[in-house]
């Protein structure tokens, strides 16, 4: 514009270029400030409101080559001039203009922007789509299934991107992870069917468990998937196994027994589970046997009483866990030998059956019921039992005795003698009180049999 302006005033035709109203375009004498020419139909004359001077007027006229706001005739212009042999030529344009010009050009550059962003957009959503969330689905499908145990998949992908080196990165793990876990399954196939390793890893989500674990826990498909959803879960569940238990072996609900090895460390957990099932079972087997056998030393075969041992051994259990407690009664069948002498042994032994019948049915479970050996008896009571109760008590057994072997007392004078010590504070070891209850049976023997003596003044 401004060398249009030069060529024009040179040409004497400054007056003549056609301008819009709000444009002006002029020349100033540079060392005067006077207007020499100015288009014709805008403003004629150009007042700078900062200029107080001739000189002042003239220097920001000189100074605006590259151009600036200022305030003209009362309104904001953009102002813009060029030198030239001591004249100034120059044009300026209302500010509001300028804006608008630039309002306009910019909202047709950003509308030309979005328009290409929306085709960018558009064009890479199409290309992702074909080329990338195709694959990534099928790898997370594929990740899904391998989490879920089926290490039959293969990682696929259907276009030569990037994601095909993700998928055989990934197939490479699903080996290494299937290798691992039928190595693990070998390994303890080797080692024996009672034995189970796990690992759980938290930093993947995984359980790694050997084939024979869920048959060693003795748990159903249904209950072995919920306790290996996730690592943590089976950890809680191990944990609640040990936590309740203080014994190295646990019996679990279903009648196993295992044992737990396990280890923690940074985001793992691992160890053995040990099936003890047929272990404890042996073991519970033989300490039956044991128990049976030792029962057996301590019981009459005959009548199934405790023998002397048995009913020394039980007799001592209870002085030493209830001191100053007892009542011992030693019963003596009179007679018993003419029996054995005239019916023979075997009719002895029914004798000696039924009158142990007799003493079962007439005390409680647990007093001590013993044959001594022969035709000897013993009772023993853990309690000391008032001598006028006990008295009835012994008169009544008695009359059951004679009655139950009613025949034998009849024919051979059959009949039973008892003798009866308390345990107190001079008579309170087993030999003492055997010994009280003895001396009172001799009593008693020797006031005429069938009968009973308490042996109070404890006479030995």
Not at 140 to 145: A, F, G, L, N, T
Not at 190 to 215: K, M, R, W
Not at 367 to 373: E, K, L, N, P, Q
Request: hydrophobic residues 35%; aromatic residues 10%; proline residues 1%.
């Amino acid at each position: 514009m401004i060398q249009q302006i030069e060529v024009s005033y040179k040409k004497s035709e400054i007056r003549n270029i056609p301008t819009l109203y709000e444009q002006t375009v002029f020349v100033i004498d540079g060392n005067t400030g006077k207007i020499m020419d100015i288009s014709q139909n805008n403003e004629q004359e150009i007042n700078i409101d900062d200029a107080e001077s001739t000189e002042e007027y003239v220097s920001i006229l000189s100074n605006s080559n590259n151009g600036k706001l200022i305030k003209i005739n009362g309104t904001k212009k953009f102002l813009k001039t060029k030198n030239a042999d001591k004249l100034i030529l120059g044009a300026y344009v209302e500010a509001a203009t300028v804006y608008r010009t630039m309002l306009i050009q910019l909202t047709y550059f950003l509308a030309g922007m979005l328009a290409v962003l929306i085709s960018v957009i558009m064009i890479v959503r199409y290309y992702l789509r074909r080329y990338v969330l195709q694959d990534i689905s099928s790898i997370e499908s594929s990740i899904k299934e391998l989490m879920a145990g089926n290490t039959d998949i293969t990682f696929e992908t259907k276009y030569n991107t990037e994601f095909r080196q993700i998928t055989a990165v990934l197939n490479d793990l699903k080996d290494s992870y299937k290798t691992k876990r039928e190595r693990m399954s070998r390994m303890i196939s080797a080692i024996g069917s009672h034995v189970a390793v796990f690992e759980c890893l938290y930093s993947i989500n995984q359980n790694f468990f050997s084939d024979n674990t869920p048959s060693i826990l003795g748990m159903d498909d249904k209950e072995w998937e919920e306790i290996t959803k996730t690592p943590k879960g089976f950890e809680k569940y191990l944990t609640s196994l040990i936590s309740d238990s203080d014994e190295d072996i646990l019996k679990l609900e279903n009648d196993r027994y295992i044992r737990i090895i396990s280890f923690h460390k940074e985001n793992e957990f691992y160890g053995m589970i040990m099936d003890k099932t047929e272990d404890m079972k042996l073991k519970m087997k033989i300490e039956q046997e044991l128990h049976a056998a030792q029962e057996g030393a301590e019981m009459d075969p005959l009548t199934l009483l405790s023998n002397r041992a048995g009913l020394e051994k039980k007799v001592k259990t209870s002085l030493e866990n209830e001191p100053g407690q007892g009542t011992m009664l030693i019963f003596d069948l009179d007679n018993f030998k003419l029996v054995n002498d005239q019916l023979g042994h075997p009719e002895g032994d029914i004798v000696l059956k039924k009158f142990a019948g007799c003493l079962k049915s007439y005390f409680r479970k647990n007093d001590i019921v013993a044959r001594m050996g022969g035709d000897e008896f013993v009772v023993f009571i853990h309690s000391n039992i008032a001598a006028d109760i006990l008295s009835d008590k012994l008169v009544a057994l008695l009359v059951t005795i004679r009655q139950e072997l009613s025949s034998y007392y009849d024919r051979y004078g059959f009949s039973t003698s008892i003798g009866v010590a308390y345990v107190d504070r001079s008579i309170n070891s087993y030999d003492d009180l055997y010994k009280c209850a003895d001396a009172g049976l001799y009593i008693a023997k020797r006031m005429g049999k069938n009968r009973f003596y308490i042996n109070k003044d404890r006479s030995q």
